[in-house]
């Protein structure tokens, strides 16, 4: 076995769980070990049966002397009794509807129950407890009677099956190799990685398990250092130094219909400096939607194109990179430079603001030749067909949406020199994130928005105010402007979106997560019969979204209904209202975004939340949306609040732990990172072949690798 197993040729695990397993992005035996509990619970002290009382949690340990299943008469739901008995007493436990519980728990087998007590007119009761055979009294159990660790689940996967997976894979991990150098360990008093995993998984206390942690937030950091250090080292010289031209850039600063805010003006002139250099640029600029990430990185692509130097721009989306196509076109119209766009189906070739459709060979000939200055495109700039010429600076719109592979794709051919590379993200993450996360890239902040942005109105609306919300959008229509409408699906998923949701007893309250079609057919024809509705999701064709979003952009539809998925940077300044429904399903930091694609004309523009259920109404996130402003303020809520998942994405939700003990503790950042200077001072990575490995595999998770 190695860390490369498939956890299919696991003998407990075997093809049908390892399906299973790979819905929580575990392949292979090394995902398994690093999947880490999400939390602990200490079933290590058994109490004996006497002392038991009702309402608290226990584990208690005893002899089955009585087992039966019988179906209830009512409901014909399966009922499992036993009663266990340690040497001071008795207690029965009840399980519902899980009749194989009763065949697996025979009488006088020996058992461990954890769970809570309760007390009904005919005595004390356990129910639905976890429990466990156990061979004999004391001997070594797996999950009860001991610091259990809880796992994020999924249908047909229990933390206890995990447990149970994993148990023999322990024995195994004594043999693990470390890849952190004993000597930093030893100095630094970081457990060894077999102890720490142990510890993890199996830990015997729960400070153990704290000292666990600060293993993997200590190796994160060390690792995140080590790539940055490295990259740093290999990259030295190895880049495009571009000379500032900076007449050619006032004068187009000068030329622009506004002036450049400070924090516009310190990320261009920082970029400037960078891009300088031998070593390439590798930044990200951050900033709210409509903060002007655009306007700065042209900018940038100009300075480079006065070098001589191709520029590229890649965008998540085809309607992305076409706005992108058409603000580069105006914004260079008084410039001889040629502009070609491939997406998709289009291709478009623009010269001193003259745009025309183009057939794909004439424009990628050119593209080769050199005489396209600034190339834009989505993914299709990433196929074989596309050579680029000497390209200086590439600039990457909405980035976590693109892999470090794509970008190694980006930058292949012949170059031996690497372009400038500038990331734009409107999804603000916290400095304090971004320095552990993030940590390889330099980061600009655009946190000053354009003078003259009124802020919008955010209200959190009650279901008996729906239809005079509805009215208030009627009006906004009636005066010319549009709204947006969001919904977190497109259509109902059984699974996903209906659950009953009891509050009392007696009332169930079922949970609607509202869909775009739905919400589209009711308003189109219930609500506003009389206005214009569209629909737009990331289902449909993307000819007919960009015919969508054109109709949109041209008024003639006057409410769209759409997903989140769709189009993040997408400008439409005539809209007021942006209404989202199921707020409570989506992060702050998200929602913020939604607000920033209204607001963009001198009208007071308003954000409406609607939740799912009145128990949300009182979120303490939601209220937030009401009174902040700043999307920094509300992701740093957010990470508090949600931890650092949302910005991390699902697959590496495992880190989530990890790299929020890395932002408790800022002296863990400074000792790594001299660490990894200290190392790369006498070695080089590729010396000890586990740790390049690790390292390797480390960065092609990382967003921003
Ligand atoms: P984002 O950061 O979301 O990409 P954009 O670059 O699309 O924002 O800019 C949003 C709008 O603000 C554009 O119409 C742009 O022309 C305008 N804009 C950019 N910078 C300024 C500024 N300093 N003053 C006024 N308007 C600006
Ligand atoms: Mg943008």
Redesign the pocket.
């Known amino acids: 076995m190695s860390l490369d197993t498939p956890l299919s040729t696991l003998s407990r695990v075997g093809p049908k769980f390892s399906k299973k397993l790979e819905k929580l992005g575990l392949k292979t035996v090394s995902d398994f070990l690093f999947f880490f509990p999400t939390r602990y619970e200490d079933l290590s002290r058994i109490t004996k049966i006497e002392k038991l009382t009702p309402g608290a949690d226990y584990v208690v340990q005893g002899v089955i002397i009585r087992s039966h299943t019988h179906r209830s008469f009512k409901k014909h739901m399966a009922i499992t009794e036993i009663v266990v008995e340690d040497e001071t007493g008795a207690i029965k436990a009840i399980w519902f509807n899980q009749p194989y519980i009763g065949k697996a728990l025979a009488e006088g087998a020996m058992v461990n129950l954890a769970g809570k007590v309760t007390e009904d007119q005919h005595g004390m009761y356990i129910s639905n407890p976890l429990y466990e055979l156990i061979g004999a009294p004391k001997s070594a159990t797996t999950h009860t009677g001991r610091i259990v660790p809880i796992y994020r689940e999924t249908k047909g996967i229990t933390s206890k099956a995990i447990r149970y997976f994993l148990s023999p894979l322990l024995e195994w991990i004594k043999e693990l190799p470390d890849y952190i150098p004993q000597k930093i360990l030893t100095k630094n008093n970081i457990l060894p990685l077999k102890e720490a995993l142990r510890a993890i998984h199996y830990p015997k206390t729960l400070e153990e398990t704290t000292h666990a942690n600060q293993r993997f937030a200590f190796e994160h950091l060390f690792l995140i250092s080590l790539a940055r250090a490295q990259r740093k080292k290999e990259n030295h010289n190895s880049g495009i130094p571009l000379t500032i031209h900076l007449e050619e850039i006032k004068k187009f600063i000068d030329s622009l219909p ?4 400070e924090a ?1 003006k310190k990320a261009a002139w920082t970029m400037l400096k960078n891009t300088n250099e031998a070593t390439p640029m590798q930044r990200l600029l951050n ?9 700065v990185s042209a900018i940038l692509a100009l300075n480079t194109l006065l070098n001589k130097h191709q520029v590229v721009i890649m965008a998540p989306t085809e309607i992305l990179a076409r706005q992108h196509f058409d603000t580069f076109t105006k914004l260079f119209e008084e410039y001889p430079i040629a502009i070609g766009m491939l997406g998709g189906k289009k291709y478009n070739y623009a010269f001193q603001g003259l745009s025309s459709p183009t057939k794909k060979p004439t424009l990628l000939k050119s593209i080769q030749k050199g005489s396209v200055h600034i190339v834009i495109g989505t993914h299709a700039l990433l196929e074989k067909g596309v050579v680029f010429t000497n390209p200086a600076l590439i600039i990457i719109d909405e980035q976590h949406r693109f892999g470090v592979e794509q970008r190694a794709v980006l930058t292949r051919g012949k170059h031996i020199t690497h372009p400038h590379v500038l990331s ?1 993200t ?1 999804t603000p993450i916290p400095r304090t994130l971004a320095l552990t996360v993030f940590g390889d890239m330099d980061i600009s902040i ?1 946190d000053e928005m ?3 942005r009124k802020k919008i109105t955010t209200k959190i609306v009650s279901p008996e105010n729906r239809m005079q919300a509805y009215e208030f959008v009627r009006g906004q229509v009636k005066k010319g402007f549009q709204a947006f409408v969001i919904c977190p699906r497109i259509e109902i998923s059984e699974s996903k979106d209906t659950k009953p949701y009891t509050l009392t007893p007696n009332k169930l309250i079922w949970w609607e997560v509202k869909t775009v079609k739905d919400e589209y057919e009711k308003l189109q024809n219930l609500i506003f019969p009389d206005l214009r509705v569209g629909m737009l999701h990331g289902k449909m064709k993307s000819e007919e979204k960009e015919a969508i979003m054109k109709a949109f952009a041209a008024k003639s539809i006057d409410i769209l209904v759409s997903t989140s998925v769709i189009e993040v ?1 997408v ?1 439409i300044p005539n809209a007021t209202i942006m209404l989202i429904e199921s707020a409570e399903r989506f992060g702050l930091a998200q929602l913020h975004q939604f607000r ?1 694609r209204i607001g ?1 004309n001198e009208h007071q523009s308003y954000c409406l939340l609607f939740t799912t259920s009145v128990v949300h109404l009182e979120e303490r996130r939601l209220k937030a949306m009401t009174t902040t402003h700043s999307g920094f303020e509300l992701a740093e809520m957010d990470l508090r609040l949600r931890g650092p998942g949302e910005f991390l994405g699902e697959e590496q939700s495992g880190w989530s732990d990890i790299v929020m003990s890395t932002l408790k503790n800022p002296t863990l950042l400074t000792v790594a990172e001299k660490e990894a200077k200290l190392f790369l001072a006498h070695h080089t990575t590729t010396e000890t072949p586990i740790l390049h490995e690790k390292l390797q595999s480390f960065t092609s998770k990382l967003h921003l690798a």
């Open positions: 506004f002036t450049l805010t516009q900033g709210d939607v409509g903060s002007g990430k655009t306007v734009m409107a655009l354009p003078k003259g940077g400008d920033g963009r």
